[in-house]
């Protein structure tokens, strides 16, 4: 790597400023305001605050639905992060061995990327209405009974339903190109070393696709956790009652619904650190068995 | 051990392009067979067949008897080295070497030894333990020959397996491989684009251009009797002389009116005529030799110059005295051969 010195030592500083106060103005200032708001109780009309310790976090631990929120949003998480990716990876799998049409597959397969996360809330509203939702005329047929948005566990299946179908787009491209950047003739080494295309997968194909899962694992992580936030909302119509939510809506919901700043941000200090020890843990456990090429 | 037959094998490709015209020929067991021919020329195409890598068109391939067109490549008791190594780089040396045998349920003990026999035979004990990316290009080589060997396999298949090093290197491998192919007495089919290596390692060398087979035959007969101009001018460094000619009454006569040799009755016509660059024999003779450039190559040199207004190279040892400008050459009639101009077949 070259090494640039500036003669100027504010020159450097200027350029990195609009990228500085980006993160400034909408990471560290906000952060710190939730990480101190979350010792403070408010004034709902914002005449004043007071220090209460670590009183709104004991507050959350004894919240019968703040537990309840928590266990659904962890279900959430891996049925959305779990199922996207191995859909994702079983279509990529299956579109690489495509020769012919690749380019119609392909497309077929990503145009659903493009679909904005309220918008995938709102599709899948339509596609499960209790009147005449095809989806909720397909489950019918099985005796299943289907009520989004009355029955719990029903709004959070169309939830993870919606929230896969919109994940699994990126996790296809990302497969693919990692498929494909897996050299011709080492695949050809494994046909000619084992005769059994399952095993060849899971021995050759996988462990040289795993940079590729790895990203993608933190990737819809996050996306499971907060990019979901718009369809939920949506399929919730912004009227929660009592249907799941998961953590984050939640820090909404007691935050500008229920005006309780100090709740509410004692639960995205409490998000915060469980991503920051999530991507520490993974990078430690995972990386140490992954090879990069 | 096995012979290879391959019947009126040929490929089309999905575009319709025939990579390889309808062709046959045996490999005997034990038997280094080398394809060689320029780069497009359908060799690699036909090893892939071999290998199961390819569909086959049309023909029918068999591996000890055994026809084996629609036969799994894992299945076909073969072993493949590639051009680019094709190592598994998440897997140690030892497990590369080792994965085709324990797909094959081999006890893990038995593995065990082999692996490290083989990495014995191939001075690769030290770095059993690396992975693909620890090592240098002969290295990872020998990898992927200890890959083949471990398998005890019927055919070995190189698919150029040298071009990716280099030419020290090269030289050392060649020598390597030919060696380990006699002590084990595997069959193999070596892929090349090198006529020195095609030389120097093969039992009986294939010559291929645009899909077809031009000769088949050992080195001496491909190298001292060449079928067509196409063999002739491919095959030796520098290639042998092609020179214009006509023949009449008789007699083949350059264009330049030397008589050269007594010809074959009843043709007459242009001819094109070959001779290699060591059989002219210079100082005396009827025709002259144009000496434009001198190669000193130490061992011998090599004259470049030409012959009745056509290009002409001269081998000479060391010894002989040579100067630029026209010196009188003979062409001995024995050493000579006579090719049809218009289809480059020989007469």
């Known amino acids: 790597m070259k090494r640039a010195a500036f003669d100027n030592r504010w020159l450097p500083i200027l350029?990195?400023?609009?990228?500085?106060?980006i993160i400034c103005l909408f990471f560290y200032w906000p952060a710190w305001q939730a990480l101190r708001s979350s010792f403070f109780l408010q004034d709902p009309f914002g005449f004043g605050e007071t220090f209460v310790g670590w009183a709104n976090y004991t507050r959350l631990w004894t919240s019968s639905e703040y537990l309840k929120n928590a266990g659904f949003t962890a279900i959430f998480s891996l049925s959305v992060t779990g199922l996207s990716l191995a859909i994702a990876l079983l279509l990529a799998v299956k579109a690489d061995t495509v020769l012919r049409g690749a380019k119609t597959y392909r497309t077929l397969l990503m145009w659903v990327y493009a679909v904005a996360p309220p918008m995938a809330g709102f599709i899948a509203l339509i596609l499960f209405n209790q009147r005449w939702g095809p989806m909720t005329d397909f489950f019918a047929m099985f005796g299943w009974d289907l009520q989004v948005r009355l029955d719990y566990f029903d709004t959070g299946f169309v939830m993870v339903v919606a929230s896969v179908w919109k994940?699994?787009?990126?996790?296809?491209?990302?497969?693919?190109?990692?498929?494909?950047?897996?050299?011709r003739a080492v695949r050809e080494a494994a046909l000619i070393d084992n005769a059994s295309g399952f095993s060849r997968f899971w021995t050759v194909t996988f462990p040289l696709l795993a940079p590729t899962g790895f990203f993608l694992l933190i990737i819809n992580i996050t996306y499971s956790l907060f990019d979901t936030f718009g369809l939920i909302d949506t399929i919730l119509r912004n009227n929660p009652g009592d249907n799941p939510v998961t953590l984050v809506y939640q820090v909404y919901l007691d935050g500008f619904r229920g005006q309780d700043i100090g709740g509410s941000s004692a639960q995205s200090v409490v998000l915060m650190v469980l991503v920051l020890a999530l991507t520490i843990m993974q990078f430690r456990l995972v990386e140490r068995r992954i090879h990069y090429t | 051990m096995a012979n290879?037959?391959?019947?009126?094998?040929?490929?089309?490709?999905?575009?319709?392009f025939e990579a390889v015209k309808p062709c046959s020929f045996r490999i005997e067991d034990g038997e280094f067979l080398v394809l060689v021919g320029p780069s497009g020329c359908g060799k690699s195409t036909l090893l892939r067949m071999i290998a199961g890598l390819e569909d086959i068109t049309e023909g029918e391939l068999s591996i000890g008897d055994r026809l084996v067109n629609t036969v799994d490549p894992a299945n076909r008791d073969i072993a493949m080295v590639f051009q680019n190594y094709a190592l598994y780089p998440h897997m140690t040396v030892r497990k590369n070497i080792g994965y085709g045998?324990?797909?094959?349920?081999?006890?893990?003990?038995?593995?065990?030894?082999k692996v490290d026999e083989a990495a014995a035979m191939l001075n690769l004990g030290a770095y059993l333990d690396r992975k693909p990316s620890q090592l240098s290009g002969g290295q990872r080589?020998?990898?992927?020959?200890g890959r083949a060997i471990v398998r005890d396999p019927a055919l070995f298949l190189f698919d150029e397996p040298l071009s990716n090093l280099d030419a020290k290197l090269r030289n050392q491998m060649r020598i390597e491989i030919k060696a380990l192919q006699r002590r084990l007495g595997v069959t193999s089919i070596y892929v090349?684009?090198?006529?020195?290596?095609?030389?120097?390692?093969?039992?009986?060398?294939?010559v291929l251009n645009g899909g077809v087979i031009e000769q088949i035959g050992t080195p001496s007969e491909i190298y001292h009797s060449p079928n067509s101009t196409f063999v002739a001018s491919f095959m030796g460094a520098p290639p042998m002389n092609l020179v214009k000619a006509q023949l009449d009454e008789g007699t083949v006569r350059l264009d330049c009116g030397t008589a050269v040799m007594a010809?074959?009755?009843?043709?007459?016509?242009?001819?094109?005529?070959?001779?290699?660059?060591?059989?002219?024999?210079?100082?005396?003779?009827?025709?002259r030799f144009d000496i434009a450039l001198i190669e000193e190559l130490g061992a011998h040199r090599l004259l470049h110059g030409q012959?009745?207004?056509q290009p002409f190279t001269v081998h000479v040892a060391k010894e002989t005295q040579v100067s630029h400008g026209p010196q009188p050459i003979e062409l001995p009639p024995a050493a000579m051969a006579l090719f049809d101009t218009a289809t480059g077949a020989r007469l």
Not at chain 2, 4 to 16: E, P
Not at chain 2, 141 to 145: G, K, Y
Not at chain 2, 192 to 206: F, L, N, Y
Not at chain 2, 263 to 287: H, K, M, N, Q
């Open chain 1, 15 to 21: 350029l990195l400023l609009p990228q500085l106060s």
């Open chain 1, 167 to 183: 994940q699994i787009p990126v996790n296809f491209i990302f497969f693919l190109s990692g498929l494909q950047s897996i050299p």
């Open chain 2, 4 to 16: 290879v037959t391959l019947n009126q094998i040929r490929k089309v490709y999905g575009n319709g």
């Open chain 2, 101 to 113: 045998l324990k797909n094959r349920k081999t006890p893990p003990a038995e593995i065990a030894r």
């Open chain 2, 141 to 145: 080589q020998r990898v992927a020959m």
């Open chain 2, 192 to 206: 090349t684009h090198d006529q020195v290596e095609a030389m120097t390692m093969a039992d009986r060398i294939v």
């Open chain 2, 263 to 287: 010809a074959p009755a009843g043709r007459s016509g242009p001819v094109t005529l070959g001779i290699r660059p060591e059989d002219v024999r210079i100082g005396s003779g009827a025709a």
């Open chain 2, 307 to 309: 012959v009745a207004g």
